[in-house]
């Protein structure tokens, strides 16, 4: 089982960004996918999470309106699409998938949003 973010980067406030998480060694469509982040000093926090049919979404209330949760179950990926970007948002971004008791983590990109 493997989850590979990329993606992360510098971006200036207001700025965008997209990333991508790739998933292998199990059955992706049938997995819940979220985006998790962690910020130097703090708790790992829910961002956004979507179902496997890409139908049912949430999102953390300091993200909604400028993040977008997606997926492309063909490529096995999912996506975060981030839109103006604050410099609140900077963290270790990372991809999970869940189901009946399986909890799978990748390894986490760096955003940073800073001028």
């Known amino acids: 089982v493997q989850l590979v973010e990329s993606g992360g980067g510098l971006v200036q406030p207001g700025g965008s960004l997209r990333l991508s998480c790739s998933a292998s060694?199990?059955?992706?469509?049938?997995?819940?996918m979220s985006w998790y982040r962690q910020a130097p000093g703090k708790e790992r926090e829910l961002v956004a999470g979507?179902?496997?049919?890409?139908?049912?979404?949430k999102y953390a209330d300091s993200v909604k309106g400028r993040f977008t949760i997606s997926r492309d179950n063909a490529k096995n990926t999912v996506y975060l699409q981030m839109n103006s970007l604050k410099p609140e948002d900077t963290a270790v971004y990372y991809c999970?998938?869940?189901?009946?008791?399986?909890?799978?983590w990748g390894q986490g990109t760096q955003l940073t949003v800073s001028l």
């Open positions: 999970n998938g869940r189901r009946s008791g399986n909890d799978y």
């Open positions: 979507i179902d496997g049919f890409g139908i049912s979404r």
């Open positions: 060694g199990f059955t992706f469509s049938t997995y819940y």
